[in-house]
């Protein structure tokens, strides 16, 4: 689909800045862009590795930039012709599916979606350490190791959390894969990460985003300036990372379209609108997002603490509440599967380890990592979950929206090109 996409009955549409087609406000909609498949939101979409993915976007901006061995896997090359210099920003948050329902509060963001824009999709697990890494290493998962909000550290009984993750496992043995970052300053690239102050040195920081000086931003007109101010400053080829995290933060906490996730929509666009205006001539700005976000009602949600039936048989509960790594006691991975199954119903799919890297989700698992995955791996369908009111933190049942499955409005995330 290369043209506008017609409001449903009853929904306005909005002129896109810039000149660009109109598209509607809605929160189930796609907004347009060069050849978007049409699938509804709650539809199953399979990561595109090798083409389409999350995975190959710093690869291809190193094309771009020069850098020996770099495949441009999105075909960036023709339109950045002559950049010496290239921003990635990444939006936390910023689905495909979620930009209409921006659109009110973002009108610039609207209208490079409209113009510029074109879909792509997460990695699997739809969930921000998992893509965090997958960006920063241009692997698949599967390969990185990085598998999922929380995983069990093999060998043992602890989850691992990697938004807390310390030093403990080491991060370059936990996440062995060489970063972008490392490889296009090996090859004479001026590399800048810029992301918030207390992430610096962290476990997730080090696996995604070691090779490159790290600057630290405190909220988004900070974050703008220290970009603008990395990219100016390169004499030679440049490569800067931005990270912005509070669209995803204000959804979790009060939902797609609530109050603070309009304002938070808006700050985006504000960020936007400084990185575009404040590029160089030689420069690009690549945008995107590590996932979408869906709304989770009450009435959607089981409780693994509150069923004896989920809880039987499982030794660790990791993952997230869209999508649950079981790992279980010995001989009851088949038990588990029919539990689960006879439980949840059409609310998830539920999968033994093995079929569950069959599917192709993660890319090819090395042995190493194999672990990290549940012996059983429960994906949710639809807007259902399942949360763990005292296994977990008490605010990890409590969020509004969630990710981490594979329907279209988790997966399909943004790629904004815009040359200075």
């Not at 960036?76 to 921006?102: C, F, N, S």
């Not at 959804?251 to 205006?277: E, K, M, N, Q, T």
Request: charge should be negative.
């Amino acid at each position: 689909m290369t043209g506008p996409v017609p409001p449903p009955p009853g929904v306005p549409a909005r002129p896109a800045p810039s000149g660009g087609p109109e598209f509607p406000v809605a929160p189930d909609r796609p907004a347009p862009g060069p050849g978007f498949p049409v699938a509804p939101p709650l539809e199953p979409v399979a990561p595109r590795y090798g083409g389409g993915s999350l995975a190959d976007v710093l690869p291809s901006a190193l094309a771009v930039l020069g850098v020996p061995g770099a495949v441009d896997l999105l075909g960036l090359a023709p339109r950045l012709a002559g950049v010496r210099r290239v921003a990635v920003l990444l939006v936390d948050g910023l689905g495909w599916y979620q930009i209409p329902t921006a659109a009110p509060y973002a009108p610039t963001l609207a209208g490079l979606a409209a113009t510029v824009g074109r879909p792509l999709t997460s990695g699997f697990p739809s969930t921000t350490p998992t893509s965090l890494v997958t960006l920063g290493t241009g692997v698949a998962p599967g390969a990185h190791g990085v598998l999922g909000f929380k995983v069990r550290v093999p060998g043992t009984d602890r989850v691992l959390s990697h938004i807390e993750w310390t030093g403990d496992p080491e991060p370059l043995r936990w996440q062995p894969v060489a970063t972008q970052f490392e490889r296009a300053r090996a090859a004479g690239v001026a590399v800048t990460v810029v992301s918030r102050p207390e992430y610096a040195g962290s476990g997730l920081t080090l696996a995604a985003n070691r090779g490159g000086d790290y600057r630290g931003a405190a909220d988004a007109d900070a974050l703008a300036t220290a970009m603008l101010t990395a990219l100016a400053a390169g004499t030679g080829p440049t490569l800067v990372s931005g990270y912005h995290p509070d669209l995803d933060r204000h959804g979790h906490l009060s939902g797609v379209d609530s109050a603070p996730w309009r304002v938070a929509a808006a700050v985006v666009d504000g960020l936007l609108a400084r990185l575009v205006d404040g590029l160089p001539q030689d420069a690009a700005l690549l945008v995107t997002a590590d996932h979408g976000q869906l709304d989770v009602p009450a009435a959607d949600r089981v409780d693994f603490d509150a069923d004896p039936g989920l809880r039987a048989g499982v030794r660790v509960l990791a993952g997230e509440p869209r999508v649950r790594y079981l790992h279980v006691e010995p001989g009851a991975a088949d038990d588990v599967v029919a539990a689960w199954s006879a439980v949840l119903g059409d609310a998830a799919r539920v999968l033994h380890r093995g079929e569950a890297v069959a599917t192709g989700w993660f890319g090819p698992v090395p042995e190493e990592h194999l672990r990290r995955v549940g012996d059983v791996v429960v994906v949710c369908r639809g807007t259902s979950a399942v949360v763990a009111t005292r296994s977990e933190k008490p605010i990890e049942s409590r969020l509004v929206a969630y990710h981490g499955a594979d329907t279209a409005a988790e997966m399909t995330i943004p790629l904004l090109v815009v040359r200075g």
